[in-house]
């Protein structure tokens, strides 16, 4: 009976460690993707013909915005 817990036990922990794999594997996408959307933006904004400086400021802007996001994930990855 005791091997039985043993075993229900090590597949609790295999699913605790993949759980917290993913949740890192999550916020590193969503960084990616961050960075990927404001290239994209700014790639975008050249080829219409956009001010360097409006270029500029919406690439300022989006690279907050990502780092809140992460700081987020992250903090909720501590919790």
């Known amino acids: 009976m005791e091997w039985i817990l043993q075993v229900v036990d090590e597949f ?13 594997f999550h916020a590193e996408i969503a960084a990616l993707l961050f960075a990927g959307i404001g290239v994209g933006a700014m790639l975008a904004a050249f080829a219409l013909g956009a001010d360097p400086l409006m270029v500029g400021t ?6 907050l915005a990502a780092l809140l996001r992460i700081r987020e994930s992250r903090t909720a990855l501590r919790a």
Do not use: M, T
């Open 12 to 24: 609790d922990d295999v699913l605790g460690a993949l759980r917290h794999r993913w949740l890192g």
């Open 58 to 63: 919406a690439a300022i802007v989006l690279n």
